[in-house]
């Protein structure tokens, strides 16, 4: 089996340490309600001021708001894919790699390490409102609530499929996939909320 963190096998109980400073290691770790939370509310507020202000339809909103949720599970996948799982070529695409992602596939359950510090969340969702901005202008009151609605659900799930026994009914294949990801085969199953993306480029983890 392929590595990408430190150890030979993921370690269920354990965590470890990125920064030796130590207000620098405790901004790292972040309990994911926080940016849950963050998320949720910031996407309401945008919902307010695109109902409050704007002139967009209603229709064109929704259309909007729902490209925004797809868009983001596109990004979940593409980013878990390519990016937390590159092949770094140097020490420090080594270490971001190991920070960003490693880290999590050595200490699945460890419960602080699996959202971003708030820090980076907000900024990404500071960049993408001006990216998404200069691109569809006043539409991005609808556009980014949902890419955010997206990203709250990809934490809520992810956070669940390690804290919580899976359900019964349909959202076990949830669980069952990432298990495959973490603990068979890292090379398959990167869609964490959304297997979909998974089936069109031809990574679902084989029956
Ligand atoms: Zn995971
Ligand atoms: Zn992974």
New binding site residues.
Partial sequence: MKK?GKLDKPDNHGTAEIFKQPILEKITKTHAIIPISLFLLLSAFFLYQAYSHSQIPIGIGIANFLGGYVLFTLMEYLM?RYF??MHPNNSWKGRIQYSV?GI??DYPKDKKRLAMPPILSAGYAILLYYVFYFLIADCVYYFLPGFLLGYAAYLSIHYALHAFQPPKGPMKVLWINHAI?HYKD?DVAFGVSTPFWDYVFGTSPKK
């Fill in positions: 990408i878990h937390y799982h992602h999590h596939h990801h890292p």
